[in-house]
């Protein structure tokens, strides 16, 4: 009796649907991102599972560009907040002014409701105001004055951070790091990449000269077509084992938690979704694993000395975990 996830199988329309409407996303985003397709692939996963992307890298890499050109792709609202250390929480989330004539109070909303927020340098802002997206990146809604305000659908939230320039700089919280369904690093272009990139905007083709390609409503198609993907029991427990096996590092003080296991399985689906099946496969969660897991990891100040890093110790969580058999490569 063959299995509903044989490699064989041939993926569902909705699937493929996903993989079609997704290469003509990631091909909008590429004309500004030059030489970085994994990256361009993997933010928009994480837009498909419904995540909050965090982009860390030096200055100068791209990291505002691929927010700004992945909003700039999509036919749907989106703002951008510079983080600074005196930016206040109702800087962000709105606030209630007094109307006169109605002798009540009225919220006003703030940046923060728009389809894409892109959180600009987001560790200058101070634990306070960070704190003040944590309701809002969870649950997708806030509460103000004993009243509860809805994001508008889809919403995600991308923010940038530098991990160079440490002054007047506050390091995020794990609650909020948790609540990034990914962690990216956009890096240095090849050498042909960057020269590309120079002739790119030579000719003028900026963020500011990209056409939407996909509407609100497109996405929401495409996410529902990305939660019809099916998840078979033994990847649900490969799944669990990996997130167990970094719980008994030596090197961590704090391994993966139960939102880290929903976070991959959640990254894996998508990932499915955008190759073209229609059913998760190990090499899904291989693939999301370190973008996924690794920022969740707390070191040991002994192993952080040692110079190990979040990416290698999920990297040897998965190989110590073996593979479901009915799903191994073939």
Not at 6 to 33: K, S, Y
Request: glycine residues 6%; proline residues 7%.
């Amino acid at each position: 009796m063959s299995s509903p996830y044989d490699a064989q199988q041939p993926a569902f329309d909705t699937a493929a649907q996903v993989a079609h409407r997704t290469e003509q996303l990631c091909a909008n985003i590429a004309q500004v991102i030059q030489g970085k397709p994994e990256v361009i692939r993997n933010a928009v996963i994480c837009l498909l599972a419904g995540g909050h992307l965090l982009l860390e890298d030096v200055p100068g890499t791209g990291k505002t560009s691929l927010a700004r050109a992945l909003a700039a792709s999509l036919s749907v609202t989106w703002n951008r907040i510079q983080f600074t250390p005196d930016l206040l929480p109702s800087d962000v989330t709105g606030v209630s002014i007094f109307n006169q004539a109605s002798a009540s109070f009225e919220f006003r909303p703030g940046p923060i409701f728009a389809n894409i927020v892109l959180g600009d340098e987001i560790n200058r802002a101070s634990p306070k105001t960070q704190s003040a997206l944590l309701e809002v990146m969870e649950e997708g809604t806030l509460s103000n004055d004993a009243l509860v305000y809805r994001m508008p659908s889809p919403f995600m939230v991308i923010a940038t951070q530098n991990p160079i320039d440490m002054e007047g700089t506050y390091v995020l919280p794990e609650a909020q790091l948790d609540r990034f369904l990914m962690k990216l690093t956009v890096g240095y272009p090849t050498p042909e990449a960057e020269a590309l990139v120079l002739r790119t905007q030579k000719l003028g083709a900026t963020v500011g000269q990209l056409s939407p390609v996909l509407t609100a409503d497109d996405v929401l198609e495409l996410m529902r077509g990305v939660q019809s993907v099916e998840v078979a029991p033994p990847i649900e427990d490969y799944i669990v084992a990996i997130a167990t096996a970094t719980r008994s590092m030596t090197e961590l003080r704090l391994g993966v938690s139960p939102r880290g296991s929903l976070a991959l399985l959640r990254a894996a689906r998508a990932c499915a979704a955008v190759t073209g099946r229609s059913f998760v496969t190990p090499e899904d969660v291989k693939a999301m694993a370190p973008v996924v897991l690794a920022h969740r990891l707390i070191l040991q100040p002994d192993a952080e000395l040692q110079g190990r890093t979040g990416t290698e110790l999920v990297n040897r969580a998965v190989q110590s975990v073996p593979v479901p058999r009915s799903f191994a490569h073939r």
